[in-house]
């Protein structure tokens, strides 16, 4: 069975340093990887996917996440933090067991920047 | 583009009423899914249709039902609302294969008193 593991539920950061959000998967296939982003009280927005075409990949405003396979590992990452960077991120694994691709979230981290 | 559109946004029940939230999709996707969101446990998956006139369990499926109406539209009933049930409850939908992402719903927000 398919199962994400955010290692922090919280990171505080200032606005200008750089954002380490950390996840690990378990799958037993080649996983599809996901990260998701909320802001209070709004639904969920991509912010980048890993679709094994490369083990580096980029998102939207300025994120970027790195597949290692020998660590099972989807950390994400910022080189610097912006106030409207604060918000949940979500890591979503998705694997194939009998062809249903189910998105399965780990608990989530909140981002908090300070100025 | 709607996407995915999720009905009522907001709800309050008391204990032992029925509700059915309402969910449709426009991109013609296989797959929709229904999650709920409670602090500190991510979302976890209720109910999933992997494609039209298929559904099954996921993680947390007591207390729901639900039917997948058409290709477009997948409902979530509570038949007895318990406070239990009180939490932010997402739909989403996806083409089904690797590497497809899935598309939320904005969320209805439901307190059971």
């Known amino acids: 069975a398919q199962s994400v593991t955010q290692l922090d539920s919280h990171v505080s950061v200032s606005e200008g340093t750089p954002v380490l959000l950390r996840c690990n998967y378990s799958s037993s296939y080649s996983p599809s990887l996901f990260w998701y982003v909320q802001h209070p009280n709004k639904g969920l927005q991509l912010l980048l996917k890993y679709t094994s075409a490369a083990t580096l990949v980029k998102g939207i405003n300025g994120f970027e996440a790195e597949f290692k396979k020998s660590e099972t590992s989807f950390h994400l990452t910022k080189p610097s933090a912006h106030m409207s960077d604060a918000a949940e991120y979500f890591c979503?694994?998705?694997?194939?067991?009998?062809?249903?691709?189910?998105?399965?979230f780990g608990r989530g981290t909140s981002l908090i920047v300070h100025p | 583009n709607a996407g995915v559109t999720q009905t009522p946004k907001f709800q309050v029940l008391k204990t032992g009423q029925s509700m059915t939230l309402q969910c449709a999709q426009d991109?013609?996707?296989?797959?929709m899914y229904w999650y709920r969101q409670d602090p500190g446990m991510g979302l976890r998956l209720i109910y999933y249709s992997a494609s039209e006139g298929t559904t099954d369990k996921g993680e947390v499926p007591n207390g729901y039902n639900v039917s997948r109406l058409n290709k477009r539209e997948f409902s979530l009933r509570l038949e007895s609302a318990a406070p239990s049930q009180t939490s932010v409850y997402f739909c989403?939908?996806?083409?089904?294969?690797?590497?497809?992402?899935?598309?939320f719903g904005q969320g209805t927000r439901l307190t059971v008193v």
């Open positions: 989403a939908s996806s083409e089904r294969g690797l590497d497809t992402e899935a598309f």
């Open positions: 979503v694994v998705s694997d194939p067991p009998g062809g249903s691709y189910i998105p399965t």
């Open positions: 991109m013609n996707h296989n797959s």
